[in-house]
């Protein structure tokens, strides 16, 4: 009976470094891998792009989410949120155990940025309960964020039973920390790294995290060890660091 799981949040800027220098998806690929973890909660993963399959020779022939959780993860689901003429890209959640269903909830708060909610729930050998997963990426502005984190709120209470466990976790671009207010006063969930030291992780940017982006949020599990992986080589796959936690089912 697996009550530990092993889970980690990254955004991948699109599969480039900094300031899209260079290509990355293979090393990101490569390097995931190292992790183990058993789900990992992606943000701005590329669908499809036409503009970047024609430039790059060794551009991955389907969508980043497939070629990263090829062999591995034998469960995925994207959710495609900002479309344009070359392609689209969106969340991602990759996982070990049997996707049984998702959904993904378009949380816009305007057309000039295309923000969803990627909502998995998943079935875990032996737990009472399904697992509900929901991977996040909010705007960048605070009335934008605010109306995303209601939504998010009314979506939870409307649709995952209290007594199931939940893991919330992807780029809040939370600079001002609200969303503990919410998810955290509201309803009753906790974060990784403040159950562990306190406060959100810096994660943003890669190279010297000064900001408090990225975030883990659960119900129903007590946290081991929270980390924030920093250095190469993940500073050189994207601009944000990833998280990852060890958690038990309580």
């Known amino acids: 009976m697996p009550d530990k799981l092993h889970i980690a949040t990254y955004n991948i800027h699109k599969g480039?470094?900094?300031?899209?220098?260079?290509m990355t998806v293979h090393q990101l690929r490569e390097n995931l891998r190292t992790l183990d973890a058993d789900i990992i909660f992606?943000?701005?993963v590329v669908g499809q792009h036409t503009g970047h399959a024609a430039r790059f020779e060794n551009w991955p022939c389907?969508?980043?989410?497939?070629?990263?959780?090829?062999?591995?993860?034998?469960d995925f689901a994207y959710g495609k949120n900002a479309v344009y003429d070359e392609g689209h890209h969106g969340n991602a959640i990759l996982s070990r155990y049997p996707i049984m269903s998702w959904?993904?909830?378009?949380?816009?708060?305007?057309?000039?940025?295309?923000?969803?909610?990627?909502?998995?729930?998943?079935?875990?050998?032996?737990?009472?309960?399904?697992?509900?997963?929901?991977?996040?990426?909010?705007?960048?502005?605070?009335?934008?964020?605010?109306?995303?984190?209601?939504?998010?709120?009314?979506?939870?209470?409307?649709?995952?039973?209290?007594?199931?466990?939940?893991?919330?976790?992807?780029?809040?671009n939370d600079w001002r920390e609200m969303a503990s207010r919410i998810l955290v006063k509201q309803l009753h969930l906790s974060e990784a790294?403040?159950?562990?030291?306190?406060?959100?992780?810096?994660?943003?940017p890669s190279v010297l995290p000064l900001f408090r982006l990225d975030r883990i949020y659960v119900r129903g599990f007590h946290v081991e060890h929270a980390q924030v992986h920093?250095?190469?080589?993940?500073?050189k796959i994207s601009d944000h660091a990833i998280l990852s936690a060890r958690m038990i089912r309580r």
């Open 16 to 22: 480039f470094s900094h300031f899209k220098r260079h």
């Open 42 to 44: 992606l943000q701005e």
């Open 62 to 74: 389907g969508p980043q989410h497939e070629f990263l959780a090829d062999s591995v993860w034998s």
């Open 103 to 172: 959904d993904n909830m378009d949380v816009s708060a305007h057309r000039f940025e295309s923000r969803g909610l990627l909502h998995c729930e998943m079935g875990i050998p032996g737990w009472p309960e399904n697992l509900h997963c929901i991977c996040v990426h909010l705007g960048l502005f605070k009335r934008g964020q605010s109306k995303q984190l209601q939504a998010l709120e009314q979506h939870i209470e409307e649709v995952v039973p209290q007594q199931a466990p939940l893991i919330i976790a992807g780029d809040f």
């Open 193 to 204: 790294f403040e159950m562990m030291g306190g406060r959100a992780a810096r994660s943003f």
């Open 230 to 235: 920093r250095g190469r080589p993940w500073s």
